[in-house]
């Protein structure tokens, strides 16, 4: 991938208009949407084609590895390299980002106060719900789904078979 080395005077770069900025985190999403169509294991390589856009290997292995870090995605050795897997679906995705914002809030309290005051009517009902079944200990969640799993000793974790290969 060529750099670009110097603006045109126009906004753009010598080699092109310039591309806008993502989100924050919005890289890091759309490399696990990328990582979930998989259907199993699949390797930076084969994250990089599947990607929108014209991204680094380098930077494709970076973003992999903050996902791991964050315990979003897992990984297996497989010859010199990783295969990587989504360490849940998105709605466990989902709720990992909601669990680390809470975490990251002196106020736990005063966060949940505002969230549920924030809520809808049939999604505070839902909430409640919920709330009660996990009390009682009937609600593994939606599907079977359990929520996330923590790492390689998951059996998920060491079938390669379905690995894509790129």
Do not use: C
């Amino acid at each position: 991938m060529n750099r670009p080395t110097g603006t045109d005077g126009d906004g753009g770069t010598r080699e092109g208009p310039r591309l806008p900025r993502r989100a924050q985190g919005q890289l890091e999403s759309q490399v696990l949407t990328v990582l979930s169509s998989a259907g199993g294991p699949a390797t930076a390589g084969w994250v990089q084609e599947h990607l929108d856009g014209d991204l680094a290997y380098t930077t494709v292995i970076t973003i992999l590895s903050r996902l791991y870090a964050k315990k979003a995605v897992t990984r297996t050795r497989k010859g010199r390299s990783y295969v990587w897997t989504p360490a849940s679906d998105e709605a466990g995705l989902a709720a990992l980002r909601m669990r680390r914002v809470l975490d990251g809030e002196r106020d736990r309290e005063a966060v949940l106060a505002r969230f549920v005051s924030a809520l809808s009517p049939g999604d505070e009902a839902r909430l409640r719900e919920l709330l009660s079944r996990a009390a009682e200990g009937t609600d593994e969640g939606p599907a079977g789904t359990d929520g996330l799993h923590d790492g390689p000793d998951d059996p998920g974790d060491t079938d390669d078979s379905a690995a894509p290969e790129g």
